[in-house]
């Protein structure tokens, strides 16, 4: 008997299995508002040098502010005025057209810089001048942040499947928020920098853990559905984060607001239920049994406990006699299992890196960073629908390939497109935003169906650490435009379809039952799309 026998008794996606997914919702909400949080509070504003100090008292002070810009500040090629440089005494020639290589040589801001504020009230950037010779710190600040995602992917991967989902999960929520609220009220650069680090490393058990708890207690046949649900959480709140961002333009506030919501996420963990699945493959059947039969109560499952002893739920997973702890080192000790991980390995970190190098570059739309962000999030919305009808019809695989593949295709087409046919760049970098977003939609449904219960939070845990390395990366690559402009686009373009390929390697899991053990996977075909084992389904199916 299989553990999907028993949820057809229970019901497997009744009152319960809402219930949980409600009391992810929140949590799962606060993700984007952190994943993306530099979009905001790591902006730069227009801005110009401090030219005050060069005010003379005499003929300065009887110019407009235009002149005085004129006479202080030397003229990029394109006519417009630098940002990082000052001429060291006014050049009152310059208001007679006369050109710029008449005047003196400019030198670097004497004293500070001047922020258009009409946009932001404050950012890490204004905060701290992170513009000019320091404008890679700001990028490295995104860079930090995931590097903590990427160490938190380790550690709760490997401790959930150890001490179990829910006590992990309330774990990431304290730690989420208490470095979140603590990040906001830093008094330095380096002080920011470490408390981010260790937001995200807290943050990341809610990413890679509500997926697998939600996935681990429904049935077969509704966990494309959890899995999309699951994912348009995401989707409303990166919506959201353009909203409560265009409300609150001060980034010290705005950490505040977008990372309060994780108190509400606190005080429901207790109705939280552990998972059932993996309660029984540690042989905590007592465990198991009380979760079991709150939830076939819940569902108006009468007789379960009658029928269904704690005793009998030994027999539910068959765990390898001897072995009651796994660890990261499951995933390669077998033949199988290791080509598995490689390739899931490939794939999460081509998302990742496709999917942020997208979504952190909102440059070239021709509309103001709020409106832009809610197109990029809104697209989501029937992109993930799409992929929801996709999973059913053409499997797990094949939607997986065909979005990272329609990524790198639209990154290829934007690279020949002029700069100025905005229109056409905007368009085609929507329909590239919507393929990387219904790739990771597909990833985390996918990952959590490819691996067995006993390694799957090891499995995703890795996968994830894989991806936030990818993510950390992400915003390196867009610095190397310095180099040429088309450079990071072709990068992630390259990076977008041989994803696509690996992931057409990978086995089909469309309808199979979970696999339980490592067991599972070496006895599956090594041809690509081959199923899972799926004994038993039928008889799961027809009860």
């Known amino acids: 008997m299989k553990f999907e026998n028993l ?14 997914f409600l009391l992810l919702v929140i949590p799962r909400f606060t993700l984007p508002f952190h994943f993306l949080l530099n979009i905001f509070i790591a902006a730069v504003p227009s801005h110009h040098c401090d030219i005050h100090v060069l005010d003379d008292g005499e003929v300065f002070e009887n110019l407009t502010q235009e002149q005085r810009m004129i006479v202080s500040i030397p003229a990029e090629e394109d006519g417009s005025l630098g940002s990082c440089q000052m001429f060291p005494q006014p050049q009152f020639h310059l ?30 950037a204004t905060e701290w001048d992170l513009i000019c010779e320091q404008r890679k710190l700001n ?25 179990g989902r829910k006590r992990m999960m309330l774990l990431s929520y304290v730690l989420g928020m208490a470095f979140g609220l603590a990040s906001a009220f830093s ?76 108190a509400v996420a606190i005080v429901s963990w207790r109705w939280l239920p552990e998972s059932a699945r993996w309660l029984i493959a540690t042989g905590r059947v007592e465990n198991a049994h009380y979760y079991l039969t ?5 569902n108006a499952s009468h007789g379960f406990a009658s029928k269904i002893k704690p005793e009998d739920l030994s027999t539910v997973v068959v765990v390898e006699k001897g072995k009651k702890t796994y660890s990261y080192l499951d995933l390669v000790r077998t033949p199988k299992m290791k080509r598995l991980a490689l390739k899931t390995g490939l794939v999460w970190f081509g998302i990742a890196s496709t999917f942020y190098g997208i ?50 295709i639209c990154l290829a087409i934007n690279i020949f497109i002029p700069k100025d046919k905005w229109v056409f760049r905007s368009i085609i970098a929507v329909l590239g935003k919507a393929g990387s977003s219904a790739s990771f939609t597909t990833i985390f449904l996918y990952t959590s169906e490819l691996y067995p219960t006993v390694v799957r939070q090891n499995g995703l845990g890795y996968n994830s650490f894989l991806a936030r390395l990818g993510v950390s990366i992400a915003p390196l690559i867009m610095l190397l ?3 040429w402009k088309p450079l990071p686009q072709i990068i992630l373009c390259i990076i977008a379809i041989a994803s696509g390929l690996t992931a057409r390697c990978l086995p089909e899991t469309m309808n199979r039952r979970l696999p339980e053990t490592i067991e599972d996977i070496e006895q599956t075909s090594e041809k690509p799309g081959s199923p899972v084992p799926n004994d038993d389904l039928e008889s799961a199916e027809g009860k």
């Open 139 to 163: 990028k490295v600040t995104a860079t930090i942040f995931f590097i903590g995602v990427m160490i938190g992917a380790v550690l709760f991967g490997s401790l959930s499947d150890r001490y």
């Open 359 to 408: 979504s952190l570059n909102l440059a070239g739309f021709g509309l103001n960073i709020y409106l832009t962000q809610f197109i990029y999030a809104a697209v989501e919305v029937p992109a993930k629908l799409l992929v929801y009808n996709l999973l059913e019809r053409i499997g797990r695989r094949y939607t997986e390939a065909g979005a990272l593949l329609l990524a790198g």
């Open 187 to 262: 008094s330095s650069f380096v002080m920011f920098a470490i408390l981010r680090f260790f937001t995200g490393l807290g943050i990341t058990g809610i990413s890679i853990i509500s997926t697998v708890l939600s996935v681990e207690w429904v049935s077969i046949e509704h966990r494309r559905v959890v899995g999309v649900l699951d994912s348009l959480a995401w989707t409303f709140g990166s919506i959201m984060l353009a909203c409560i961002a265009y409300l609150v333009n001060d980034w010290h506030w705005l950490i505040v607001a977008i990372t309060s919501p994780l």
């Open 7 to 20: 949820l057809v008794e229970i019901n497997g996606f009744g009152k319960y299995q809402i219930l949980i």
């Open 95 to 124: 208001l007679h057209g006369v050109s710029n290589t008449t005047a003196e040589p400019a030198v670097p801001c004497q004293n500070g810089w001047v922020y258009d504020t009409s946009t932001f009230a404050s950012t890490i």
């Open 294 to 298: 709150r939830c076939a109560e819940m």
């Open 481 to 483: 435009d310095e180099l």
